[in-house]
């Protein structure tokens, strides 16, 4: 428009906040590496004084936690490490069946219309705040599974798993493994979906024409290609069903052993709801242990979950 | 004013690949340049060199000079965002942004460097460079209408108006048409036979008979083959070259017996 | 000595007796009630999982609105004595732990919103899929399973380690917070400038524009309604966290406004805190309106309150990506 004719390369303005932008961008970037960094770090300094502190302080600290039991770090943390991952194993072992169900369903078996309300349903799942799978867990699902638990006791209760009497009410490993099993559920569900929704039309239809009916359809072409996505969501699965406190707080009669009787109450306890449970009356000391408990929950999840991410890498590759 | 380029012994690399080799060119002030030449010889990377395009490439770097009007554009003072605003690039498929009305379209160029323009500036340019792309009548009553709205050729001369709104010296062009039906494509040719009173044109086209419609100057890059670089191979005017090249290859491919 | 009775064609191929390869009628039938079972089994799968959710808002639904009234929405706890009902004629409410929530999340969405993008920003725009990119992206996966009580415990060790301890505040819940929703801002913005097709970039940036305005004004632009709905969602994500809370918000009945200084009640915190007293004293000689189940009913709810929110917060999400996605194709 102006008749500027041969402005050849005139130095162009906004250099510096070019400049500035890609900085900050790759500072955030990077920030995520110091942020996990510091994760670690400020957990790790503050229960510092259990390695470098005075032994005496923190046995007498973990023997007034467990009552007398223990007065040993590892005596303190192993049985919680117990039931942390026995309820988790629980309740992926409940949630895995039932979850690459629904993706089945989801993704081969229910019609289009249909299929996209079921992913709201799963997804709403998701939604819901543990607290309230807590609350819903301690106050209706307690006294409304004590029947089903009572005749599993009764009639299967040569199983030492299952060795009665039951408890009631049914604050127990069982019932809270349930509720687990709900929350982790979508998680599991909707990652397989998406990658059964993935398999190659073509080896799905080289199945059908081979005269396979819908169940080996499945088998033949479905399964075998969601491998690695299945195995991956269960462990994400995993990590956060390690992770949860809400509702093993509200729901589990805690207990510090190393007993698989899942249907009595006061048997074990999970890392991260003992942090919960003890820390409003924790002394420094006793704060110190808690967040050392807390420390081995972050690398244990972070390692499950860390393989996960691996899994998936490798498999989308 | 369009402005000429010379191009003296350029060679294009991705990363240690030497994709393009030793390109001498020179390309007229307010004339249409086209080049051509089989697919992977490296057509549409010497054309985006001229505006340091390429340089969104990973790895990609340039040896050699590309001169705009006497001034290298690689040298080292200069800034790439600068030479994009004097060479202007259109591209194979139209790309309006999908956010901007057919208005804002034609502003983004300067707004989005920030300079501040008076409603009645602002007016007057889109005028400007709706008209030099012949598509003022069409949308002068819904300007604020999404420019992603119009048809694909309109869409396309909205391209051309929003590179030209800046100003620059020099328009490329980047397969303009290959996305177009035909009566689009012949709009798009009226315009640039238009526009190379005020710019210099460079044009990749795969269509040899565009190039012969439109193009005064007509460069044919070829390789000897694939994984072997590209070269220029011949450069004519267009008359010469679809009637009487004087080189084999050029002749072996214009007459369609390979490409 | 089969081998040697097999009967051979001229050319050396072996005769087959397809009759042995047709499949009998049981298996036929075997197979088909396999696939039925099977079906069957898949379809019970699905109702299996709509029972605990039919049941969570059902029970949540009924037991909530017994106490959910205008009242209760705008008292906090001060001045609430055992089952009694206090002088305004309610039985306390949650209007601190709304404004609590409010501003923790608040709190959250400030830190995490503008890192999260940028980091994307820098994954998708600048990193061109190097080795550190790489890195970042698989610990930005990894980061979203870390447990919330972890992300917690992280507050409350950097607040007293730096301020000194016994610091509790609702900023502090705010950075636990913003830990566990960092990753999800990442994950759903990097997702969204990867569809940004790569033509408008070019387009821009041949406009002789810089790179910083061709990302702001042109790519996050085009990608912002999905960058919204991406951020509403991870609010609604961080937005029922308890766990983080307990030990770095804290809880108190009055209502505080002050972000950065002293204990702020949140609706999960509440909610807990009220199912843990389990039940309110009531007096012998006490009056029929004392209810000494009332806490349980006020956690009820305070948890409709709060699914309540987090439906809303999701519907929104997925409302706004969908109303306000920018069409790209032609």
């Excluded at chain 1, 099993?181 to 799905?204: E, G, K, Y």
């Excluded at chain 1, 808690?290 to 899994?311: D, E, H, M, P, Q």
């Excluded at chain 2, 340039?62 to 003072?77: A, Q, R, S, T």
């Excluded at chain 3, 042995?20 to 079906?39: A, G, Q, Y």
């Amino acid at each position: 428009m102006s008749s500027q004719d041969t402005p050849v390369m005139q130095p162009a303005g906004g250099k510096t906040a070019d400049k500035v932008f890609k900085g900050i961008a790759y500072a955030c970037g990077i920030l995520i590496l110091v942020v996990l960094a510091a994760v670690f770090l400020f957990l790790f300094f503050r229960a510092w004084p259990l390695i470098g502190g005075d032994q005496s302080a923190n046995s007498a600290t973990i023997s007034s936690f467990t009552g007398g039991k223990t007065n040993s770090f590892w005596g303190y943390v192993l049985p919680l490490l117990f039931g942390t991952v026995l309820v988790s194993i629980l309740a992926l072992l409940i949630a895995f069946f039932i979850s690459i169900g629904i993706a089945l369903f989801i993704s081969h078996y229910a019609p289009k219309k249909i299929a996209t309300g079921l992913s709201y349903v799963v997804d709403l799942l998701a939604a819901i705040p543990s607290v309230i799978y807590g609350l819903w867990g301690g106050l209706i699902l307690v006294p409304a599974i004590y029947p089903f638990w009572n005749w599993v006791a009764t009639y299967l209760g040569w199983i030492p798993l299952f060795a009665g009497p039951a408890a009631n009410p049914q604050r127990t490993v069982a019932t809270v493994a349930v509720v687990l099993a709900v929350m982790v559920l979508p998680i599991i569900t909707s990652m397989s979906r998406d990658i059964f929704l993935q398999t190659p039309t073509l080896q799905q239809e080289a199945a059908y024409g081979l005269g396979a009916t819908k169940w080996e359809m499945i088998k033949l072409a479905v399964i075998p290609f969601g491998k690695s996505g299945i195995v991956s969501a269960s462990m994400l699965a995993l990590g956060r069903a390690l992770g949860e406190t809400m509702a093993v707080l509200m729901i589990l009669s805690p207990g510090l052993t190393y007993s698989i009787k899942l249907l009595q109450a006061s048997q074990n306890q999970t890392i991260a709801a003992n942090i919960a449970a003890q820390y409003p009356e924790a002394n420094d000391l006793g704060v110190s242990t808690l967040i050392g408990t807390g420390l081995i929950l972050f690398l244990i999840t972070f390692v499950v979950n860390y393989a996960a991410r691996k899994i998936t890498e490798k498999a989308s590759v | 004013m369009g402005q000429r380029i010379d191009v003296n012994h350029e060679n294009i690399y991705y990363g240690d690949f030497l994709a393009v080799e030793d390109v001498n060119i020179n390309i007229e002030p307010n004339k249409v340049t086209a080049f051509i030449g089989p697919s992977g010889c490296g057509k549409s990377t010497v054309l985006r060199t001229l505006d340091r395009m390429h340089e969104l490439i990973p790895g990609a770097h340039v040896e050699g000079e590309v001169l705009l009007e006497g001034k290298n554009l690689y040298d080292k003072d200069v800034d790439p965002v600068s030479v994009r605003r004097d060479v202007g690039m259109v591209f194979q498929r139209p790309n309006p942004f999908p956010t901007m009305s057919i208005r804002e379209n034609v502003l983004a160029g300067v707004r989005l460097n920030n300079k501040h323009l008076s409603k009645s500036d602002a007016d007057d340019l889109v005028e400007w460079a709706l008209r030099g792309a012949n598509l003022w009548n069409e949308v002068k009553d819904r300007l604020d209408n999404p420019g992603i709205g119009l048809s694909g050729g309109q869409q396309q001369r909205l391209c051309i108006a929003r590179a030209v709104a800046v100003h620059p010296q020099v328009v490329l062009m980047d397969e303009p048409c290959s996305a177009l039906d035909p009566i689009s494509t012949l709009a798009v040719e009226d315009l640039i036979n238009e526009l190379k009173d005020d710019y210099t044109i460079v044009i990749v086209t795969h269509n040899m008979q565009q190039a012969a419609r439109i193009a005064d100057f007509t460069a044919f890059f070829n390789l000897k083959a694939v994984g072997e670089p590209g070269h220029l191979e011949y450069f004519a005017d267009t008359t010469t070259m679809f009637n009487n090249p004087q080189n084999e290859e050029a002749e072996r491919y214009i007459s369609g017996r390979f490409g | 000595m089969a081998e040697a009775t097999k009967k051979k064609n001229l050319d050396g191929a072996p005769v087959i007796d397809f009759d042995k390869f047709r499949p009998t009628r049981s298996s036929e039938n075997s197979r088909k009630r396999k696939d039925l079972f099977m079906t069957g089994l898949i379809g019970l799968a699905f109702v299996i999982a709509c029972i605990p959710l039919v049941s969570v808002l059902w029970t949540t639904i009924v037991n909530g609105l017994k106490r959910l009234n205008l009242n209760f929405l705008s008292y906090n706890m001060t001045g609430v004595v055992g089952g009694n009902p206090t002088p305004s004629g309610g039985y306390g409410g949650v209007v601190h732990a709304i404004i609590g929530t409010l501003e923790i999340t608040g709190g959250a969405m400030v830190i995490s919103i503008p890192i999260g993008i940028m980091c994307a920003v820098y994954l998708v725009e600048y990193a061109h899929g190097g080795k550190l990119a790489m890195t970042i992206s698989l610990l930005v996966d990894v980061m979203s399973g870390i447990p919330s009580i972890v992300a917690g415990l992280f507050a409350f060790s950097m607040f007293t380690i730096v301020f000194g301890p016994g610091t509790i505040n609702g900023i502090e819940g705010s950075v636990a917070l913003s830990l566990l929703m960092l990753p999800t801002v990442v994950k759903s913005c990097e997702e969204m400038l990867k569809i940004v097709p790569n033509d408008l970039r070019e387009a821009s940036l041949a406009l002789g524009v810089t790179k910083q305005r061709t990302i702001t004004k042109i790519v996050l632009r085009t990608a912002l309604p999905g960058i919204v709905s991406g951020c509403i969602l991870a609010i609604a994500r961080v937005i029922g966290e308890t766990a983080p809370l307990l030990m770095t918000a804290g809880y108190i009945s009055s209502t505080n406004v002050n972000l950065f200084s002293g204990q702020m009640t949140t609706l999960p915190v509440f909610v807990y805190q009220e199912y843990s007293k389990l039940n309110a004293n009531c007096p012998v000689h006490a009056t029929s309106a004392c209810v000494p189940t009332i806490p349980m009913e006020r956690a009820w709810a305070a948890a409709l309150v709060l699914i309540i929110i987090v439906l809303v917060l999701n519907l929104i999400g997925r409302l706004v990506a969908k109303v306000f996605a920018v069409k790209t194709e032609r």
